[in-house]
Nanobody, 117 residues
């Protein structure tokens, strides 16, 4: 059974930190580059960061220096450490394999991150 469960979101003041966690359940995810995405109200879902099996990472420019993505392959977990949060980081955050389709791939329910100014 495919399962992606995101957690760790919440309400935080600007400048604060949150750590998001993603538990995934199948070999598809365990052997894939994994990623965090986010979707703000009225916007399309966008890539935030991705992490390869070897631990190498990529983060989009707006979050570089503030966010860190990591994975624990033994535990089937992916993490997103978010520091120095800004109001524009407010969104629902999702994890999935890198390149997942909005239309054809399974998505979890995500976790809401709200940053107040």
């Amino acid at each position: 059974q495919v399962q992606l469960v995101e957690s760790g979101g919440g309400l935080v003041q600007a400048g604060g930190s949150l750590r998001l966690s993603c538990a995934h359940s199948t070999s598809i995810f365990s052997t894939s580059t994994m990623a965090w995405y986010r979707q703000a109200p009225g916007n399309v879902r966008e890539l935030v960061a991705r992490v390869r099996l070897d631990g190498s990472t990529y983060l989009i420019n707006p979050v570089q220096g503030r966010f860190t993505i990591s994975r624990d392959n033994a535990k089937n977990m992916v993490y997103l450490q978010m520091n120095m949060l800004k109001p524009e980081d407010t969104a629902v955050y999702y994890c999935n394999r890198y390149g997942a389709s909005d239309r054809y791939d399974y998505w979890g329910q995500g976790t809401q991150v709200t940053v107040s100014s």
